[in-house]
C-alpha cells in the first residue's frame, strides 16, 4: 500500500501544521480559486476538502449558486459524517465547481478556478477545486461528484487521479442534486491507494437514500483491455500517438488490448443531455425564494416579479438548462425526447455490459487539452457539450471509472480512463495502483512539506 493518507499519518507534524495549512490556503487561493470557503482544520487528520454541493453542517454550501448564497447545512451528508466519524480525515474547505455541477471546464460560475500546471487554461469541471486542490497538495484527498464526468474531466485536466464509483455504492444523502438518476458522488486523490482508503469507510447502504445499494463491490482483474474505435476518432492526434504509447506500455506488463466497433456510442451524448436535463430542470424548480433559495423580502409584488427576482440568481447556463429541461418533459414533445433518451440509455447499459464481463474499457479521459480560458468561454453549448464523449459512456450506464494521469504533453498532464462493469469498483482502483506501481507520475506541485 502506498498512500498519502498512511504518510501523512506516519509523519510528524509540528505542532502549528494546520495554522500553517491555513495560511498558505489564504495565499494560494487568491490565485487559484480552488475554494469557496476555507476552514481552519481541527483535529489532526489528513487533509480532505468537499465539493461545494455536498452539505457540511455548519458551514456554508452554496454549489457555486448565487440563489444558495447563506445557506448553511444544518447537518452532514452521510459521505462527510462517514469519513469524519473515523477521526482519520480534518476538513480543510469546500471547493469550487460549476454552478450546481452544470459544466466541463470550471467556468460556469463567478469565480473560476484556475489550472495549477497553466493558470491561463481551465482547471476542467464541474469538480474544478477538488482538482485543482488535489493537484496542489501532497497531503490531501478530495470528496467530489459526477453526473456525465465531472471527477473525470477535472482530474485529467489537473493530473489527479480521479474515481467515479457504480451508481448506488455511495449514498447521495445530503447532495444538492444536479440530475438524481445520474448523481455519483466520488473521490479525488494523488494515488489509486487512498482513493481505496476513503471508499472503503464511505461505501454501503444508507437508509437515507432509498437509491443506495447493499450489494458488495468486488474485484476482479482483467487481462483484457478494449478501445472503442468511435471513441478514438474524437481524440485529437497528439493525445492519441501519447495514448498508444501508454497501452504499448501495459501490453508489456502482460494486458491484452484489443480494439472493437461500437457504432452509435455517440448517441450517448443528447441521451445523457437530455435526461440531465430534465432532471435538472425539476431539481431547480423549488428554488423559488420562497421556501428555498435567495430569500425575496417584498412580499407585494405580483407573482411574475416576485419568482423572477429570485430565479434570476441563476447563472446563464442553469437558465439553459432549466428552459431546455421544462420543455423536454412537456407533453407534446415527452416521448420524443425524453422517452427515447431512457431507451437509449437502457441499450447503452447492455451493450456496455457485455464488452465489460470480462475486461476493462480504456480510452484517454478527455479527447482534448485543457483549453485556454478565453477558448473555453467562446465555445457553443454543443461543442462544449460533446468534450465530454469519452467521459459520458460510463456515467450514463452507472459504471465506474477512474481517470489516471499518466505523463505530460508538454507542461499539461495526459490521463486515461478505465471503466469496470458494475459493482468492480476494486477491479479499476487495483488497476490504477498497479499502473502507478509500475510507472511513476511526477506530481508537480508540493507546497512546501504541506
Ligand atoms: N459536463 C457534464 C454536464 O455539464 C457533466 C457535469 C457533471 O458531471 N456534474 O452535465
Known amino acids: 500500500?502506498?498512500?498519502?493518507?498512511?504518510?501523512?499519518?506516519?509523519?510528524?507534524?509540528?505542532?502549528?501544521?494546520?495554522?500553517?495549512?491555513?495560511?498558505?490556503?489564504?495565499?494560494?487561493n487568491e490565485k487559484f480559486n480552488a475554494f469557496n470557503v476555507l476552514v481552519k482544520a481541527t483535529g489532526n487528520g489528513m487533509p480532505f476538502s468537499v465539493k461545494d454541493n455536498i452539505c457540511v453542517r455548519g458551514i456554508e454550501t452554496t454549489a457555486s449558486s448565487k440563489i444558495l448564497?447563506?445557506?448553511?447545512?444544518?447537518?452532514?451528508?452521510?459521505?462527510?459524517?462517514?469519513?469524519?466519524?473515523?477521526?482519520?480525515f480534518s476538513l480543510i474547505g469546500k471547493t469550487n465547481m460549476d454552478e450546481f455541477g452544470f459544466g466541463s471546464f470550471g467556468i460556469n460560475c463567478d469565480k473560476p478556478a484556475k489550472n495549477p500546471l497553466d493558470e491561463g487554461r481551465v482547471p476542467g469541471g464541474s469538480s474544478s477545486g477538488a482538482a485543482v486542490a488535489t493537484a496542489l497538495l501532497?497531503?490531501?484527498?478530495?470528496?467530489?461528484?459526477?453526473?456525465?464526468?465531472?471527477?473525470?474531466?477535472?482530474?485529467?485536466?489537473?493530473?489527479?487521479?480521479?474515481?467515479?464509483?457504480?451508481y448506488s455504492v455511495l449514498s447521495r444523502y445530503g447532495l444538492i442534486d444536479y440530475a438524481n438518476s445520474l448523481d455519483k458522488i466520488g473521490f479525488m486523490?494523488?494515488?489509486?491507494?487512498?482513493?481505496?482508503?476513503?471508499?472503503?469507510i464511505t461505501k454501503g447502504l444508507d437508509k437515507r437514500?432509498?437509491?443506495?445499494?447493499?450489494?458488495?463491490?468486488?474485484?476482479?482483474?482483467?487481462?483484457?483491455?478494449?478501445?472503442?474505435?468511435?471513441?478514438m476518432d474524437k481524440v485529437e492526434d497528439g493525445i492519441k500517438s501519447e495514448f498508444y504509447k501508454f497501452t504499448d506500455k501495459l501490453k508489456g506488463l502482460g494486458y491484452n488490448i484489443k480494439t472493437v466497433d461500437f457504432r452509435d456510442i455517440e448517441l450517448s451524448i443528447p441521451s445523457y443531455y437530455l435526461i440531465a436535463m430534465s432532471e435538472a430542470s425539476t431539481n431547480l424548480a423549488k428554488f423559488t425564494g420562497f421556501k428555498y433559495g435567495f430569500k425575496v423580502e417584498d412580499f407585494s409584488k405580483n407573482y411574475n416579479d416576485f419568482f423572477t427576482e429570485a430565479r434570476d440568481k441563476f447563472g446563464e447556463e442553469a437558465k439553459r438548462r432549466i428552459i431546455l429541461g421544462t420543455f423536454i418533459r412537456s407533453a407534446s414533445v415527452r416521448d420524443k425526447y425524453y422517452l427515447k433518451s431512457l431507451s437509449i440509455r437502457r441499450w447503452m447499459i447492455d451493450k456496455l455490459s457485455m464488452l465489460l464481463k470480462d475486461a476493462f474499457i480504456i480510452s484517454p479521459t478527455m479527447p482534448i487539452l485543457p483549453p485556454k480560458?478565453?477558448?473555453?468561454?467562446?465555445?457553443?453549448?454543443?461543442?462544449?457539450?460533446?468534450?465530454?464523449?469519452?467521459t459520458i459512456p460510463a456515467n450514463l450506464g452507472g459504471f465506474p471509472h477512474i481517470s489516471i494521469p499518466f505523463s505530460y504533453s508538454g507542461e499539461l498532464p495526459l490521463s486515461a480512463q478505465v471503466i469496470g462493469s458494475h459493482f468492480n469498483d476494486y477491479g479499476v482502483i487495483s488497476f490504477a495502483s498497479d499502473w502507478e506501481k509500475n510507472f511513476k507520475y511526477k506530481f508537480k506541485y508540493n507546497l512546501g512539506d504541506l
Not at 447563506?70 to 477521526?87: E, H, L, M, Q, S
Not at 486523490?189 to 472503503?200: E, G, T, V
Open 1 to 28: 500500500m502506498s498512500s498519502y493518507t498512511e504518510e501523512f499519518e506516519s509523519k510528524q507534524k509540528p505542532a502549528d501544521y494546520y495554522a500553517k495549512l491555513y495560511e498558505e490556503l489564504e495565499r494560494i
Open 69 to 88: 448564497k447563506g445557506y448553511i447545512p444544518p447537518f452532514n451528508a452521510t459521505v462527510v459524517d462517514r469519513i469524519i466519524r473515523t477521526g482519520r
Open 138 to 166: 501532497k497531503y490531501h484527498v478530495a470528496i467530489a461528484e459526477s453526473t456525465g464526468g465531472s471527477i473525470s474531466a477535472p482530474a485529467a485536466f489537473c493530473g489527479v487521479v480521479g474515481f467515479t464509483p457504480t
Open 189 to 200: 486523490a494523488r494515488s489509486a491507494d487512498d482513493i481505496k482508503i476513503m471508499l472503503d
Open 209 to 231: 437514500d432509498s437509491t443506495s445499494s447493499s450489494k458488495p463491490i468486488h474485484r476482479v482483474k482483467h487481462n483484457n483491455l478494449i478501445i472503442i474505435k468511435e471513441l
Open 373 to 390: 480560458i478565453e477558448d473555453a468561454n467562446r465555445m457553443t453549448p454543443v461543442q462544449n457539450y460533446a468534450s465530454d464523449i469519452l
